[in-house]
C-alpha cells in the first residue's frame, strides 16, 4: 500500500511533467483568442478606410511555447496598426487588440488557476 507522502511525490512529479504541455496549450489557445476577437473589432472600427487591416493580424507562438506575440503583420495596412490602436492627434485609439487582450485575460487567468491548483 502506497503512502499518503509517496502519492503525492508521484502526483507531483506527473503534474510537472504535463505542466510544460499544458501550459503551451493554455497560451496558443489565449493567442488564438486575442487573434481572433482583435479581427473581429478592427472589422467593426476600421470601416471601409482600413478593410483589409483585420486581415493582417496574426499571431505566433515562440518556440518554448509559453509566450505568443499578436499583432498587425507590417505589410499593406497592417503598416496601419500603431496609429488605428493608438490614435493619434487627428484618430482617436480603436484599441482593437487592447480590447481583446482585456477580454481574454479574465479566461486565460481563470484557466491557468485550475492548472496550478487542479483540485480548486
Known sequence: ????????ARDLELAAAEAPVKCAALVAKGALNIKDEARKNAKASSGTHAA?????????????GLGAEIGPERRGQG??????????VHN????????????????FLAEAAKLAIPWA
Do not use: C, F, V, W
Open 1 to 8: 500500500m502506497e503512502t499518503t507522502l509517496a502519492a503525492l
Open 52 to 64: 483589409k487591416y483585420p486581415s493582417t493580424i496574426t499571431y505566433g507562438i515562440d518556440a518554448g
Open 79 to 88: 503598416n496601419l496598426g500603431p496609429i488605428l490602436e493608438n490614435g493619434s
Open 92 to 107: 482617436q485609439p480603436h484599441r482593437d487588440l487592447g480590447r481583446a487582450l482585456d477580454a481574454e485575460e479574465p479566461r
